[in-house]
Antibody, heavy 120, light 107 residues
């Protein structure tokens, strides 16, 4: 079955760190650019970060640049998001999403999301 | 950055109604636009890409049109399963950006 399954969310204090994981199955993971997209409570969707299939190129939203790192392990078919210096405004459901084309396109497969809450 | 503006933000409609949602880009994005459906507690689902191409498995009552800066998503006959939020997204350039969303409610 083609699917994405996120994990690693939880409650963290401001200034803390968290690492999210996304396990992919049912498609050739190493071929596709992968992304993280988030949705804060009561808000819309916000693209966070992208990484190419090889892992050689990455891109970040200005709101997380310098604090978040994206990476992937093709031997484990897993995408990661390392989140440091977390702020209250990072509270959101984080979704893993697969690119429909190659680099910088639409998202044709999404996970169910993992909730990150930044609060003291 | 390319700003995406959706209207209306909320829409009240009845089963069987024809519904149209508009998405405007702050600069030309050619046809590099996608539409998604989002239900509470569920993952977003891709409906349309490249402005008008229906994703496999999506009912034909959904259609998309437009190019440049103005786009529309049309639901020809609203069904009970269609009450949800809808988002447009441009992929002309990074940063990838979404519209603010349109919530389709039961009238």
């Amino acid at each position: 079955e083609v699917q994405l399954l996120e994990s690693g969310g939880g409650l963290v204090q401001p200034g803390g760190s968290l690492r999210l994981s996304c396990a992919a199955s049912g498609f050739t993971f190493s071929t596709y650019t992968m992304n993280w997209v988030r949705q804060a409570p009561g808000k819309g969707l916000e693209w966070v970060s992208s990484i190419t299939g090889s892992g050689g190129s990455t891109n970040f939203a200005d709101s997380v640049k310098g604090r978040f790192t994206i990476s992937r392990d093709s031997s484990k078919n897993t995408l990661y998001l390392q989140m440091n210096s977390l702020r209250a405004e990072d509270t959101a459901v984080y979704y893993c999403a697969k690119d429909g084309l190659n680099w910088g396109s639409y998202f044709d497969l999404w996970g169910r999301g993992t909730l990150v809450t930044v609060s003291s | 950055d390319i700003q995406m503006t959706q209207s209306p933000s909320t829409l009240s409609a009845s089963v069987g109604d024809r519904v149209t949602i508009t998405c405007r880009a702050s600069q030309s994005i050619s046809s590099w636009l996608a539409w998604y459906q989002k239900k509470p507690g569920k993952a977003p689902e891709l409906l349309i890409y490249e402005a008008f191409i229906l994703e496999s498995g999506v009912p034909s009552r959904f259609s998309g049109s437009g190019s440049g800066t103005e786009f529309t998503l049309t639901i020809s006959s609203l069904q009970p399963d269609d009450f949800a939020a809808y988002y447009c997204q441009q992929y002309n350039s990074y940063p990838l950006t979404f519209g603010g969303g349109t919530k389709v409610e039961i009238k």
